[in-house]
């Protein structure tokens, strides 16, 4: 607590003396000591650190079922934590479950360098999926589980869809795996009203949510620069945006039909957007500036979904990420003008505009901090 900060508003009497104490009372009992645990955690990491270098400096000289049995035995330790731990300390447990997780995901790449084997890197991360995903689906409290399951799912599934779409250009094997993250939405937005981990399932939907927006980003920004499919890959191309526009679109109508409030009809709002995204970009293919209006168009919708819905970083994300596309756009359409010092100049000067502007909206029209989802 800041005793300097918290006697000035006692003197200038915004507070008074008796609220300044039960303040300080109260972060007394709630404070955390942030140096004592950077010490910790560096002499933590340290201690770490040589561990590491002592075993990779003799690596070849431990054999592979001894490093195999030392890593089942930390796996197994872990378990154990992780049983004794359940419902007492809750940070502790998460910290734990993301170690267990790691573990198991680091033993398949140690099986395959002890005994020299290779495999698709898809393959390692489904056997993860399937072993340990139920774990963090029952036990994850937070965004670190969270982050953990979703990004091995997404990591999973674009290692399939590129292993195979080189081979069959199926969309059986493309659009459907990497429109199956689009589910942690719905998913999350379902299992928050309904769980007493409400943290862990609203990342979930945040994670599937951003995907949603990020592979409609991708789709408009890529319409504009591809060439337009002939023969197959004009079939292949055309139905693999459908797939994928039809998996928004169920997401939107999932998270619509869960509770009917300001947040989620706002949230369903923006994944019917990106699946229209995926519509329009088949017609606007090699166009350069629709493919950037229909890129703008997504985040202005965003931007107005947040102002809507209250979500203040989002807003303020929105406008950024429009700012710079003009930005971008502007190079894009004057890139004659870069080669003289008079281009440069005007760009420069349009660049510093665009943020200003930006900046503006951004303070004036963000929803207050506290409204903030």
Known sequence: MNERKLSAWVEAGVIDPAAAARIRAFEGQHSRPLALWAVIGIGALAIALGLISVVAANWDAIPATVRLGIHLALLAGAAIALWVLRGRNAWGEEALLFVFGALGLTFMGHIGQA????????????????????????????????????????????????????????????????????????LGAVLRVRSDRAAFWRRLEELGFGYALGGASLIAITSGIQERATGWYADRAWTNLM???????????????????????????????????????????????????????????????????????????????????????????????????????????????????????????????????
């Not at 994850?140 to 979703?150: E, I, K, N, P």
């Not at 500036?289 to 107005?304: D, E």
């Not at 005007?346 to 503006?360: D, E, H, K, N, P």
């Open 115 to 186: 005994y020299q084997t290779t495999s698709p890197l898809w393959q390692p991360l489904a056997i993860w999926l399937v072993l340990f995903a139920p774990l963090f689906l029952l036990r994850g409290q937070s965004w670190l589980a969270a982050l953990g399951l979703g990004g091995v799912l997404i990591v999973a599934v674009w290692s399939f869809a590129a292993d195979h779409d080189a081979r069959d250009g199926s969309f059986l094997v493309f659009a459907l795996p990497t429109a199956l993250p689009l589910v942690l939405a719905p």
């Open 243 to 373: 797939i994928w526009a039809a998996a928004a679109f169920a997401a939107a109508a999932a998270v619509w039909l869960v509770r009917s409030d300001r947040s989620n009809r706002t949230a369903a709002v923006v994944l019917a957007a990106a699946g229209i995204v995926a519509l329009l970009a088949w017609p606007i293919q090699s166009m350069q500036v629709a493919g950037a209006l229909l890129f703008m168009a997504l985040w202005a919708v965003v931007a107005a979904c947040a102002l809507r819905g209250g979500w203040r970083g989002v807003f303020q994300l929105a406008v950024a990420v429009l700012a710079l596309r003009l930005i971008v756009l502007s190079f894009e359409l004057e890139d004659d003008l870069l080669s003289s010092g008079a281009g440069l100049i005007v760009s420069g000067l349009l660049i510093l505009g665009i943020a200003w502007v930006a900046v503006r909206v951004a303070r004036k029209y963000a929803p207050a901090k506290e409204d903030a989802a």
